[in-house]
């Protein structure tokens, strides 16, 4: 499995990045592309799965759950994120309102808790960083969601034009645990405006990965291990979704590179 996907046009179910790969233990990932008027129906089997609105509205009917009218956003830079938990062991059914594009985060679980939705007015919204790292965090589900989960860890990340994140550069491969938890991510980026790009940098300290991916819009990454700092093109915002999950619970904890940790103490 390789750990960068590029864009790609398909309608309907797009698998990114499949079920029990060789690369990822806990996590998958893909996308759900409709027009209006259309339906899409499937089953979560082994994992507990978000999905997210990325464009669009639809309602969704779970277990004997329905919601209507979800989504409240043309494209993710216009607004925060409707959500919606479907537990393990689920099917779910989605009739687009709207065109419409979700993706579908996966995350490895046995427990099968209650499907439930995280609102606009539901997500917390962080200010991280200084000087020309600064970003803005969207937490989904994540602290707010302990107990109603198995796993997961999900949320956004808006890059400033020309600023980094994940920065200073940071991992959470479990090497220096407990300091440092063990947890799997997944990228799934955008770009405002829509032709802009950015950078993914991928490397770890013994230099068995030193790896720089152009990023566009709608391009994917999967993150096993190592540092992971993401830079924003000048003029472009980069956008991205994430989410994690390990078997050593939900505290994410990122270990910052030593050698890079020292802009902290910048003014």
């Known amino acids: ?88 062991q689920s099917k779910y059914v989605i009739k687009a309102q709207t065109d419409l594009e979700v993706a579908v985060c996966k995350v490895k679980a046995e427990e099968k808790f209650d499907p439930f939705v995280v609102k606009p007015d539901d997500v917390i919204i962080h200010q991280r960083g200084k000087n020309n790292w600064k970003r803005e965090v969207h937490d989904i589900i994540a602290s707010n969601a302990e107990g109603q989960v198995q796993r997961m860890i ?4 808006f890059n400033h034009a020309g600023e980094w994140s994940s920065y200073p550069p940071h991992k959470h491969d479990g090497e220096h645990y407990p300091e ?48 992971h700092p993401v830079n924003a093109a000048g003029g472009y915002q980069v956008y991205y979704l994430w989410f994690m999950a390990g078997e050593e619970g939900r505290t994410l904890k990122p270990f910052d590179d030593p050698d890079h940790k020292w802009v902290h103490s910048l003014n």
């Open 1 to 88: 499995m390789e750990r960068f996907y590029k864009a790609k046009a398909i309608e309907g179910y797009q698998e990114i990045f499949q079920e029990n790969s060789s690369l990822l233990k806990y996590l998958a990932f893909g996308k759900i592309s409709i027009k209006a008027d259309q339906e899409y129906t499937s089953e979560t089997n082994d994992f507990e799965t978000a999905l997210v609105f990325l464009k669009g509205t639809a309602a969704i009917s779970c277990e004997d759950q329905t919601w209507e009218k979800l989504g409240e956003r043309e494209n993710v830079f216009s607004g925060k994120a409707t959500t919606a938990y479907i537990p393990c």
């Open 154 to 157: 999900l949320g956004e990340t």
């Open 180 to 227: 440092e938890p063990n947890l799997e991510e997944i990228y799934y980026y955008q770009t405002n405006p829509e032709q802009g790009f950015g950078v993914q940098l991928h490397y770890t300290k013994d230099g068995s990965i030193d790896d720089a991916y152009i990023i566009r819009n709608g391009d994917s990454f999967a993150i096993d291990k190592g540092y």
